[in-house]
């Protein structure tokens, strides 16, 4: 089961019906247009973002239709033509969409879907499509950082009661799946999308109890080959690591069951984690993992890996779901082209005093180059559509940060990043299962240098730009100052 059934047409800006009925009125919703969604600045000043929320694009896309309570209601606001609202009744989208694929490391200012369709197709489907890039990718950014710094320990999403509304929680755990965390706390999204769901206890459970031993026993009783004790709730080490030893060693090892954990939810991580694990140790109990909550983060975590911290899993929650240190990816969907009446296409650009806002016109391929003999991401191209990366000649490429220094390329090979999803309206595109998107973004994250994953200062990627895509770039700047 996913959210495919639900029509989401009028999830949209108002301004964009707007629009469409002044395209409409014009004669411009006949004209193909061509929209690029890209990101300006990576989250938590990181070196790379992760693409994701391209599935819940395909089923929106396959889902617009507008009822006749939506053309009802846009009639009753007066200010839409009666042809538009006909022209409604009969709309699907016949236009074509190429994006990375869900799980690709993304850097800014390169486009990650693109879409050429009819102006009002292109403008109506602006609001989710940029919705659902920038949520998703948001918050799969988040999770591989997180991945990142707990250095192959477990990390499990637990963050649904902190999330922004339903949607934030069942795709937000989607999306931290992407970037890497192995399950979720949120069990619908195990029934929807196969993200695996667990969890515990809380202390409400051992709260019910008249002692804490006999909420650990009959916890253990019910779930041996489940049994996760939390022992934070009366005091740590004097009565919870002790009465979860007991029982263990008084249900579970006489079954011969010895995987087992506890989980420590307050206080100083670090310090009781090591103490827990010689206990355990010392009790018999070295299968015995420890799980770690709690307000944790990319940084936090790695503060306790530094610290020697004695934690196997760590349960983060609304500092995930929510990006709380930076929670806006910031994704924009901007007109690159139009096509005239020859079908021609026709670059546009929008000029700003800010350049970071400067766009890149025209439609565009992109591509990734790599280190034939590392099989590292040396750079990105953006190029014409017309134009090929030969692997066979030697390829220059610009510094980003100093347009006069160069980077001259020999031994490397190619890949073209956006791929078709839909052509005339039709998906073309085979989504791949959840678990292959996951095991697709360990593998490119792999790809990249680890100067690129730093937390702090990470090196800037190259993202260069074809010398005939400057050309025409230039050319338009510089007709835009007459």
């Known amino acids: 089961m996913a959210m495919a059934d639900r029509n989401l047409s009028m999830l949209c800006d108002f301004y964009e019906f707007t629009m469409s009925n002044g395209y409409f009125r014009n004669g411009f919703y006949k004209k193909n247009v061509y929209f690029d969604v890209f990101y300006r600045t990576v989250p938590d000043g990181g070196g790379f973002a992760i693409a994701a929320g391209l599935e819940q694009i ?52 390169e486009p990650i879907l693109t879409v050429r369709a009819p102006a009002i197709e292109a403008q109506l489907i602006e609001t989710y499509v940029l919705l659902a890039i920038n949520h998703q990718s948001l918050i799969a950014t988040k999770a591989n950082r997180i991945v990142r710094a707990s250095q192959g320990r477990t990390v499990l999403e637990f963050g649904s009661r902190r999330a922004q509304g339903a949607d934030g929680a069942i795709i937000g755990a989607r999306a931290a799946y992407i970037g890497g965390a192995k399950g979720t706390a949120c069990t619908l999204t195990d029934t929807m999308y196969g993200v695996p769901a667990g969890g515990t206890m809380a202390h409400a459970w051992v709260q019910m109890f008249d002692t804490e031993y006999e909420a650990f026993r009959t916890y253990c009783e019910m779930y041996p080959h489940n049994a996760t004790l939390l022992v934070d709730t009366y005091n740590t080490l004097k009565s919870g690591i002790p009465n979860a030893i007991r029982a263990f060693k008084e249900v579970l090892l006489p079954r011969g069951i010895t995987n087992c ?101 025209h439609f565009k391929r992109l591509y990734r180059l790599y280190d034939r003999e590392s099989g590292k991401a040396i750079a990105d191209e953006l190029t014409l559509r017309d134009e090929t990366i030969d692997e066979t000649q030697p390829h220059t490429i610009f510094d980003p940060n100093a347009t006069w220094k160069t980077k001259d390329l020999t031994n490397f090979t190619v890949r073209e990043l956006q791929v078709p999803i839909f052509q005339n309206g039709e998906l073309v595109y085979e989504l791949p299962s959840l678990k292959d998107i996951r095991a697709y973004c360990k593998q490119q994250v792999h790809t990249l240098w680890d100067e690129v994953k730093r937390f702090e200062n990470p090196h800037t990627y190259y993202v260069d730009l074809s010398q005939k895509l400057w050309d025409v770039k230039r050319g338009l700047l510089e007709a835009a100052k007459r």
């Open 58 to 109: 395909v089923e929106y896309i396959r889902q617009l239709h507008f009822s006749q309570e939506d053309i009802a209601y846009l009639r009753g606001h007066g200010c839409f033509d009666e042809g538009f609202l006909n022209y409604l009744r009969h709309f699907r989208f016949t236009g074509d969409i190429y994006a990375v694929p869900e799980g690709t490391p993304i850097f800014p200012n």
């Open 261 to 361: 954990a506890i989980r420590l939810d307050s206080g100083d991580i670090s310090y009781l984690s090591k103490k827990a694990r010689k206990m355990l140790d010392e009790a018999g109990l070295p299968n015995c993992k420890i799980t770690a909550s709690n307000s944790l983060d990319e940084y936090l975590i790695r503060d306790l890996m530094m610290q020697g911290a004695q934690v196997d899993v760590f349960g983060v929650g609304e500092r995930l779901i929510t990006s709380k240190s930076n929670p806006v990816f910031g994704g924009v969907y901007k007109l690159v082209a139009v096509e005239n009446d020859a079908a021609e296409v026709i670059p546009k650009i929008k000029v700003s005093e800010n350049t970071a806002k400067i766009t890149n016109p």
